[in-house]
């Protein structure tokens, strides 16, 4: 089945550390986006990606950072500069940006990010 | 600034009740595209509907029914007859119709129909 794969579903980070959050996509999408999630609010863009080797950022950015080296793969990684990096956060990916951007967002299962 | 507004932070209700959740957008432009997501326990958020700005016929599909008033600019959600499965948070969102799709999303509505 088509679908997004985000991994791993739990992740804990210690202080000064990065890390890398794993989304795949096999929908043959072209547009890729990175949200985070706190609880009781709605979703934020952090990151989004239009084609390959091409990305802008989003509301967010700051103390992320990501990389679009293969269609299929948007992996994000939450920096040692970001001080509050506990929250849920969801991939999405969509058919294209440019020119469609009534077409709906596909998303994953979601990363749960805490501090140790 | 583009903004949505999901007044209606909790609903619970028992089943097969009739609920519906709110939704308020405010946008500057005249095309623009309205989606309703429904996130389970899971986590996933499953696309429920899509509307853009042009089209403000309401839209029923099965239980589920959608109210598009451009004049309030509002965009409800209205589930009849509920079930135990209804259970979620709901997210209504707002693009513009031009440009790259950024989404905003409402804070959310998490909606418990009680057995």
């Known amino acids: 089945d088509g679908g997004i794969t985000q991994s791993p579903k739990y992740l804990f980070r210690k202080e000064g550390q990065n890390v890398t959050l794993s989304c795949e996509q096999n929908?043959?999408?072209?547009?890729m986006y990175w949200y985070r999630q706190d609880p009781g609010q709605g979703l934020r863009l952090i990151y989004y990606?239009?084609?390959?080797?091409?990305?802008q950022k989003g509301d967010i950015a700051e103390g992320y950072s990501v990389s679009r080296e293969k269609k299929e793969s948007f992996p994000l990684t939450v920096t040692s500069a970001q001080k509050n990096p506990t929250a849920f956060y969801l991939c999405?990916?969509?058919?294209?940006?440019?020119?469609?951007?009534?077409?709906?967002?596909?998303f994953g299962d979601g990363t749960r990010l805490s501090i140790l | 600034a583009q903004k949505v507004t999901q007044a209606q932070t909790e609903i619970s209700v028992v089943e097969k009740e009739d609920v519906t959740l709110d939704c308020v957008y405010e946008?500057?432009?005249?095309?623009?595209?309205l989606f309703w997501y429904k996130q389970p326990p899971s986590g996933e958020l499953v696309f429920l509907i899509r509307?853009?700005?042009?089209?403000?016929q309401n839209e029923i599909s099965g239980r589920y029914s959608w109210n598009f008033q451009k004049s309030t600019s509002s965009f409800n959600f209205t589930i009849t007859a509920s079930q135990v499965v209804d259970s979620a948070v709901y997210f209504c969102?707002?693009?513009?119709?031009?440009?790259?799709?950024?989404?905003?999303f409402g804070q959310g509505t998490r909606l418990t129909i009680n057995p």
């Open positions: 929908l043959n999408h072209d547009a």
């Open positions: 969102a707002l693009s513009e119709g031009q440009g790259a799709q950024k989404l905003v």
């Open positions: 990606s239009q084609i390959v080797n091409d990305f």
């Open positions: 946008t500057r432009d005249t095309t623009y595209y």
């Open positions: 509307r853009n700005s042009f089209d403000e």
């Open positions: 999405a990916s969509s058919v294209s940006i440019t020119g469609r951007v009534d077409q709906p967002q596909h």
